[in-house]
């Protein structure tokens, strides 16, 4: 269609048909005021102030909804839209407490520079301020709503931009409000305290609680979030060095838009925790015998560090020293941390600490793909074709993805939900699968995927709906999966899982024809039947030409927001930087040559097998960087008990750990917000950024301790820099070629991808979930959307823990009746494992199934991993094996 | 019949005509009101599964309308006209009579829930000024002794049903 021309304040603008006044006007430089417009929201038209005059036709109009209509002559700025303008401020200031001297918005309320602007001071109206209740139940927003505009921008933001409709409008006329259904408090509805509302709102009726600061903050910088795979951008709001507000970044493409979650936007006061540590700690002799850890230097520390391991290495060689690098540390930290041990300490025994928990799949589906599927943008997931969910809440473990998916199907994407529990996302407009026909739906629980998703493919392919031409080209099938679907029955298999035949049916007919984007649960490897499961997910999506495709495949949303970095960058026992495979004397000369020095052939030892070597006396000393395994590691009796026997610990960390305080030599480091680095996220992303506060006390960045350890142990490359590293890395990992070169930088796409043909799996085996009388239940350990991972931040921020520090066991009402439990007192339950049991209050979660238990990890007091069998997250889930993320146990009233 | 006692069922029977049908908020609104006299509260989240809404935002057309009740009404809802012409008319008493007859103040329910009192602006009946309504009935012309009749016959029909 043809541009249309209007003239605005005197300039001719030609803009398509559609777009508003003033988004024609902006495009120009030519700013109109606004309160209730923003770029990321469908326009609305609410506040008015943004109005301007046709000269042609002397109509007033607001600018944000209007669209450009041919030969318009608009005014933006005439005496007349100035009076009219400076009237609705008026009229906002008159109904508006006189509270501006304590409000904790003060200079970035957006009413009042509306208001400077134009040069109303006195309203010369009759004040008619509209109070409301102020409502600060909950340790995150306060609320007080008698200085809302009703301009609805959180209101929107909470419909079109996390899709949780936690409030509207309630109400008309003087008495409108947002309210929450029944007008309850906040925390007693669905609000998921995201505080995206927080961020938008342009006046002071939505604050951030802080027990820190409150107003301006000095200076604003960005950084990127340091919890979860979603590596949200974020604008860090400083006063006196230290952060004290976080709100979304206003960059443009980035992977959380103008969103964050309760974590990113609340939990960052663990940053001023008290626990944080600020200086060196070396274990020493006190004078009655004892030992202490004592205040030291870094000198001191580091040269302890490098004295004891070297000392250690002579004596038992290299094999006898563990290094664990950290997913939360950035890539440059854990490029030189591997490095530090493969060309100092020359060992490879070293590994992160999500080896088991996410770095295991993503290291199954780069295996299964030549590294095809590195790549998977969050955008993607609202412009599939449709979505298929398995056996995981997002908006839990990575809520900016929630948040994709919920606007996907908002948008009529069709989406089928495979869970034995009826998550938030499978009460959420999409196809729910779950066993209901099977009484046994909570010990199968982990089953039931297998055969759920086995089900769907077998009626796609008996309705005709695999992607033969896909197939034919990409594919290979040495185990006959595909002659094995023939053969299969859909509604028996449907029965098989308990599901409804013409619900499969129906759940099939909403994927045939589709590129599917699956979505599997990050530690799905370390559930039972994790492996059958990946299979059966991997199958369906390549039956569906899903892999390999843009906006469709496998999607993980990783839970700490490096996880993959730390796998590139080579902390693993057998893979060097760039996801080189050590083994491979082509690809190791590769990084010998880069490095001057020859380097060990065999794979080291990773996370499990250092324990048991520790147990075993093999492994002497362990170098531990961001990560507190006496807490996120099953059984930590026994992980304690193997530590024990190390001769020598260091711990390098932001807080003090349950490990640090074991260690023979802690050394303090800086948050992800006080450093400079690059954290690679769940969809492929290099992210960039530089330090936005100070690191307390005499703590430093990770990268510059490793650097100063290098230099040390008398290493000859002296890293002064960040880019300097990144200089290396480059060079080393293709992969990383475009790192640090802007903010945002998308890994190199793999070349080996598109000559490789993708291998079906074997069909799965019948084994179901063995029956165990004396463990009636099966009981999952997982994350709730307060906490991340085993909780070392999350449980120190002190509005997190105000609001969900209790970490309840969720149970099912049927079992809750069952044995007779009095659910409503929150009584305390014992829940036990072959391995050890924990007690803490329990309630019901509405959404399980009978015989199925939630345990959440991460809260204060973390005991979850007590629960938790070592010696099955060595099996992982192989061949039905019951996966560590997984436990039988049963539960008795304590 | 206790208009407090929520019956799911007859619920469930009004929502099954509007399945998926987002642009059918009001007519279901209407219906649930027609069927149970006011909207239930405890109605709002299942109406909004079914035509895939939030429930924040059916609460918020429930709350826009002043023709929608979260609170039970009586049988008989009254409303009495307090436009200009009927207040020329005399209205300001007509109503002043109705308050004590029934010992209700304005949006009051009995207790019996046989009687709700209301006022609107206008009926647009001026013509019959003073005038009110009676559920679906008009009254006009109204004086002390037609309003007591017209509540008197009320009542009996009430005990008599």
């Known amino acids: 269609m043809k541009n249309i021309v209007v003239t605005i304040n005197g300039k001719k603008i030609s803009s398509p048909p559609g777009t508003t006044i003033l988004a024609a006007a902006e495009r120009n430089a030519?700013?109109?005021?606004?309160?209730?417009?923003?770029?990321?929201?469908?326009?609305?038209?609410?506040?008015?102030?943004?109005?301007?005059?046709?000269?042609?036709?002397?109509?007033?109009?607001?600018?944000?909804?209007?669209?450009?209509?041919?030969?318009?002559?608009?005014?933006?700025?005439?005496?007349?839209v100035r009076e009219h303008r400076k009237n609705i401020v008026r009229l906002m200031i008159a109904e508006h407490p006189e509270s501006c001297i304590v409000c904790s918005k003060g200079n970035r309320c957006e009413l009042r520079k509306a208001a400077a602007e134009l040069g109303v001071a006195e309203t010369r109206l009759y004040p008619m301020p509209n109070y409301k209740p102020f409502e600060t139940l909950n340790p995150f927003i306060a609320r007080d709503l008698s200085k809302c505009i009703l301009c609805g921008k959180c209101?929107?933001?909470?419909?079109?931009?996390?899709?949780?409709?936690?409030?509207?409008?309630?109400?008309?006329?003087?008495?409108?409000?947002?309210?929450t259904l029944y007008g309850r408090p906040l925390e007693e509805s669905v609000c998921t305290f995201c505080g995206t509302c927080v961020s938008m709102c342009p006046t002071g009726a939505l604050s951030t609680r802080s027990e820190h600061y409150a107003g301006t903050p000095e200076k604003e910088a960005y950084t990127v979030c340091g919890f979860c795979g979603a590596g949200c951008s974020m604008a860090v709001g400083v006063s006196g060095g230290r952060v004290v507000e976080i709100n979304p970044s206003e960059d443009k493409n980035t992977v959380n838009g103008p969103t964050l979650c309760v974590r990113g936007h609340f939990a960052h006061d663990f940053l001023l925790s008290e626990d944080r540590l600020t200086t060196p700690l070396i274990r020493k002799k006190n004078e009655d015998g004892t030992e202490s850890l004592q205040t030291a230097t870094f000198d001191d520390a580091l040269s302890s560090v490098v004295g004891r391991i070297a000392d250690i290495k002579r004596h038992h060689g290299p094999e006898s020293i563990g290094f664990i690098g950290s997913a939360k540390c950035t890539n440059e930290e854990n490029y030189?941390?591997?490095?530090?041990?493969?060309?100092?300490?020359?060992?490879?025994?070293?590994?992160?600490?999500?080896?088991?928990?996410?770095?295991?799949?993503?290291?199954?589906?780069?295996?299964?793909?030549?590294?095809?599927?590195?790549?998977?943008?969050?955008?993607?997931?609202?412009?599939?074709?449709?979505?298929?969910?398995?056996?995981?809440?997002?908006?839990?473990?990575?809520?900016?993805?929630g948040y994709h998916i919920r606007r996907a199907v908002r948008n009529k994407t069709p989406m089928v939900?495979?869970?034995?529990?009826?998550?938030?996302?499978?009460?959420?407009?999409?196809?729910?699968?779950?066993?209901?026909?099977?009484?046994?739906?909570?010990?199968?629980?982990?089953?039931?995927?297998?055969?759920?998703?086995?089900?769907?493919?077998?009626?796609?392919?008996?309705?005709?709906?695999?992607?033969?031409?896909?197939?034919?080209?990409?594919?290979?099938?040495?185990?006959?999966?595909?002659?094995?679907?023939?053969?299969?029955?859909?509604?028996?298999?449907?029965?098989?899982?308990?599901?409804?035949?013409?619900?499969?049916?129906?759940?099939?007919?909403?994927?045939?024809?589709?590129?599917?984007?699956?979505?599997?649960?990050?530690?799905?490897?370390?559930?039972?039947?994790?492996?059958?499961?990946?299979?059966?997910?991997?199958?369906?999506?390549?039956?569906t030409g899903s892999i390999g495709v843009q906006n469709a495949g496998l999607f993980v949303f990783t839970?700490?927001?490096?996880?993959?970095?730390?796998?590139?960058?080579?902390?693993?026992?057998?893979?060097?930087?760039?996801?080189?495979?050590?083994?491979?004397?082509?690809?190791?000369?590769?990084?010998e040559k880069a490095w001057e020095k020859a380097l060990p052939e065999t794979a080291g030892m990773g996370l499990l097998e250092m324990i048991e070597a520790a147990e075993a006396g093999t492994l002497k000393a362990l170098y531990i960087m961001g990560e507190n395994p006496l807490r996120s590691l099953p059984n930590p009796e026994r992980i304690a008990a193997a530590l024990e026997k190390l001769e020598f610990i260091v711990v390098q960390d932001i807080v003090r750990t349950r490990t640090a305080e074991i260690a023979d030599v802690v050394l303090p480091a800086a948050a992800f917000s006080e450093k400079q680095g690059s954290f690679?996220?769940?969809?492929?992303?290099?992210?960039?950024?530089?330090?936005?506060?100070?690191?307390?006390?005499?703590?430093?960045?990770?990268?510059?301790?490793?650097?100063?350890?290098?230099?040390?142990?008398g290493y000859p490359e002296q890293y002064t820099t960040i880019e300097k590293i990144r200089q290396e890395i480059r060079r080393i990992a293709p992969l990383y070629a475009a790192m640090g070169s802007h903010r945002r930088e998308w890994l190199k796409k793999s070349d080996t991808g598109g000559s490789k043909r993708f291998c079906f799996a074997p069909p799965p085996g019948p084994e179901k979930a063995q029956k165990d009388d004396s463990f009636p239940l099966t009981a999952y350990i997982g994350n709730l959307r307060w906490h991340l991972g085993s909780g070392s931040r999350t449980?120190?921020?002190?509005?997190?823990?105000?609001?969900?520090?209790?970490?309840?066991?969720?149970?099912?009402?049927?079992?809750?009746?069952?044995?007779?439990i009095a659910i409503d007192d929150l009584p305390v339950v014992r829940i036990t494992s072959a391995t050890g049991s924990i007690e803490r209050q329990a309630e019901i979660f509405p959404g399980l199934p009978a015989g199925f238990v939630f345990v959440p990890s991460g809260f204060s007091g973390n005991d979850a991993m007590r629960i938790a069998d070592f010696n099955a997250a060595q099996a992982g889930g192989e061949n039905g094996g019951q996966g560590w993320r997984t436990v039988r146990v049963r539960m008795e009233t304590s | 019949m206790d208009p407090t006692q929520f019956d799911r069922e007859k619920l469930a029977a009004v929502i099954g005509k509007y399945q998926d049908k987002k642009w059918a908020l009001i007519p279901l609104l209407q219906d649930v009101q027609e069927v149970f006299g006011f909207i239930p509260p405890?109605?709002?989240?299942?109406?909004?599964?079914?035509?895939?809404?939030?429930?924040?935002?059916?609460?918020?057309?429930?709350?826009?309308?002043?023709?929608?009740?979260?609170?039970?009404?009586?049988?008989q809802v009254l409303k009495v006209c307090r436009g200009t012409a009927c207040h020329v008319k005399g209205s300001r008493t007509i109503l002043r009579m109705i308050k004590k007859d029934l010992g209700l103040e304005e949006g009051e329910t009995s207790e019996d829930y046989q009687f709700t009192l209301e006022t609107v602006a206008c009926l647009g009946a001026c013509f019959l000024a003073p005038t009110m309504m009676v559920n679906r009935d008009y009254y006009g012309k109204l004086n002390p002794t037609k309003v007591g009749a017209v509540l008197g016959e009320y009542r009996k029909e009430d005990k008599e049903a």
């Open chain 1, 30 to 80: 030519i700013s109109i005021p606004t309160l209730c417009s923003h770029a990321e929201l469908a326009p609305y038209g609410a506040c008015r102030i943004c109005l301007v005059e046709d000269r042609n036709t002397g109509r007033l109009m607001a600018s944000c909804v209007t669209p450009v209509a041919q030969d318009m002559n608009i005014a933006t700025d005439s005496d007349r």
């Open chain 1, 417 to 543: 939900v495979i869970d034995p529990s009826r998550s938030g996302m499978a009460s959420f407009g999409g196809l729910w699968l779950h066993p209901e026909n099977n009484e046994e739906g909570g010990r199968d629980a982990f089953r039931f995927a297998v055969d759920a998703l086995g089900a769907l493919a077998t009626s796609i392919a008996s309705e005709n709906g695999a992607d033969s031409q896909y197939i034919g080209s990409a594919t290979e099938d040495p185990d006959g999966w595909i002659d094995s679907l023939s053969r299969e029955n859909p509604d028996a298999h449907a029965r098989a899982a308990g599901i409804d035949a013409a619900k499969i049916r129906k759940a099939a007919s909403m994927l045939v024809g589709k590129k599917i984007a699956l979505v599997l649960p990050p530690d799905l490897l370390e559930r039972q039947f994790g492996n059958q499961t990946f299979d059966a997910a991997f199958n369906l999506a390549l039956l």
């Open chain 1, 795 to 820: 449980a120190r921020s002190g509005r997190i823990s105000a609001g969900y520090g209790a970490g309840r066991i969720g149970i099912s009402r049927t079992d809750a009746e069952s044995l007779g």
């Open chain 1, 559 to 591: 839970l700490e927001n490096n996880t993959a970095g730390a796998l590139d960058m080579g902390c693993a026992p057998d893979l060097l930087p760039g996801r080189r495979n050590a083994a491979d004397p082509d690809e190791r000369k590769i990084v």
């Open chain 1, 680 to 713: 690679t996220n769940t969809e492929g992303r290099i992210q960039s950024f530089g330090p936005a506060a100070q690191p307390p006390g005499d703590s430093l960045p990770d990268w510059n301790i490793l650097a100063s350890l290098a230099r040390k142990a």
């Open chain 1, 155 to 179: 209101i929107r933001a909470d419909h079109e931009l996390v899709a949780v409709g936690a409030i509207d409008y309630s109400d008309r006329g003087f008495s409108s409000r947002p309210a």
């Open chain 1, 336 to 401: 030189l941390f591997q490095k530090i041990a493969r060309v100092i300490f020359e060992t490879n025994n070293v590994t992160n600490c999500q080896e088991r928990n996410g770095a295991s799949l993503l290291r199954r589906i780069d295996e299964r793909t030549g590294g095809a599927a590195r790549i998977t943008p969050l955008s993607g997931l609202e412009k599939a074709e449709a979505i298929v969910v398995v056996g995981t809440d997002p908006e839990h473990t990575v809520p900016v993805a």
């Open chain 2, 42 to 75: 405890e109605s709002i989240e299942p109406i909004a599964d079914a035509l895939q809404m939030f429930p924040s935002e059916v609460q918020g057309v429930v709350t826009f309308y002043s023709g929608f009740s979260l609170k039970p009404k009586g049988r």
